[in-house]
């Protein structure tokens, strides 16, 4: 089995529409290799896959690789994935099978308290984030430089939580936007960014969309 670093939090037929998705994701990367697979989450709403077969190890040492995987222990100067638990003024708390705390100083986005971090950069509960383990741990300088593009150039976003790619996708088209956006990219199983056409207005798009998407929605403005 490998526990992925990415969760599945909805409940219901939301539920059963995610893991079906992830289905499909994990049959895209490891569907040429000689294995068979279940998809689960486990008891802290990781996804976990149930990988058998002669290819085994290939394709879950595939899916650590295109998603982080959840283990035991962390070696110092290595890097991780850990989803965004929670944040307070101290810093933000990952979950990456254990609670990681990420000092404030240690975030290296700018200043600004994390609560006003989290606004800027659109860090919506439960994204996977690179962290460099250590004492104290850190983001990934990776992490950081992602972070830094998205607010960059002349592409504004929008990021979800509790949605699918294709459940997103869908609600930009009934909402009339679909010629406003450039792309939607998946973060992670539930969690995408909505990539705005230059001259979009981010905010604008959230006012029209957040009707239709139960969901967290933050802006990320260049």
């Not at 936007?177 to 998946?186: F, N, Q, W």
Request: charged content about 30%; overall charge negative; aromatic content about 6%.
């Amino acid at each position: 089995m490998v526990v992925l670093a990415t969760k599945c939090y909805v409940e219901g037929s939301a539920r059963e529409r995610a893991l079906d998705g992830m289905d499909a994701l994990v049959d895209n990367a490891v569907g040429d290799l000689d294995v068979e697979w279940e998809v689960g989450v486990r008891h802290d709403d990781f996804v976990s896959v149930t990988v058998t077969g002669d290819d085994a190890v290939a394709a879950r040492n595939a899916l650590g690789e295109e998603w982080g995987a959840i283990g035991t222990g962390f070696e110092d100067g290595e890097t991780y994935v850990g989803t965004l638990e929670s944040w307070d003024e101290e810093g933000f708390v990952l979950d990456a099978g254990e609670r990681i705390r990420i000092p404030a100083d240690e975030l290296g986005l700018g200043p600004g308290s994390p609560s006003q971090i989290r606004d800027r950069f659109g860090l919506v509960q439960h994204l996977p984030l690179r962290f460099t383990a250590g004492d104290p741990p850190r983001l990934a300088d990776a992490e950081r430089d992602r972070l830094f593009e998205w607010t960059r150039g002349d592409n504004g976003r929008l990021n979800v939580n509790s949605a699918t790619r294709g459940e997103v996708r869908a609600t930009i088209n009934r909402a009339g936007h679909a010629r406003d956006i450039v792309t939607v990219e998946r973060l992670g199983l539930l969690e995408q960014s909505v990539v705005c056409r230059e001259g979009t207005d981010p905010p604008g798009l959230l006012a029209s969309v957040g009707e239709y998407l139960p969901a967290e929605l933050k802006c990320v403005i260049p």
